[in-house]
């Protein structure tokens, strides 16, 4: 296994880990907005008014997701073994 084998082996890994991490931390971070600005604007300061829907956001959007998380994770697997005899070398 070369050098650039294992770059190139490292580089889908973290693409792959990029594109499963995105729908919820983008989801996490709108609601974040959203959550700091209502409290912003209605001067509560509870934490629990912000962690509670922020939890509930993350929630919903990985049992949102996860059909497609999965979908792509597997393809990553198959794609992996697949070449797996060219990385044995």
Do not use: E
Not at 68 to 73: F, H
Not at 77 to 87: H, I, Q
């Amino acid at each position: 296994m070369t050098s650039g084998m294992v770059v190139d082996l490292m580089r889908n890994t973290f693409v792959t880990v990029f594109w499963l991490a995105l729908p919820v931390l983008a989801v996490g971070f709108v609601v974040g907005i959203v959550m700091s600005l209502t409290q912003i604007l209605t001067s509560i300061q509870d934490s629990s008014f912000s962690t509670v829907p922020r939890l509930t956001a993350f929630m919903c959007a990985l049992v949102l997701a996860m059909p497609w998380m999965l979908g792509k994770l597997i393809g990553y697997t198959v794609a992996l073994f697949g070449n797996l005899g060219r990385f044995a070398h």
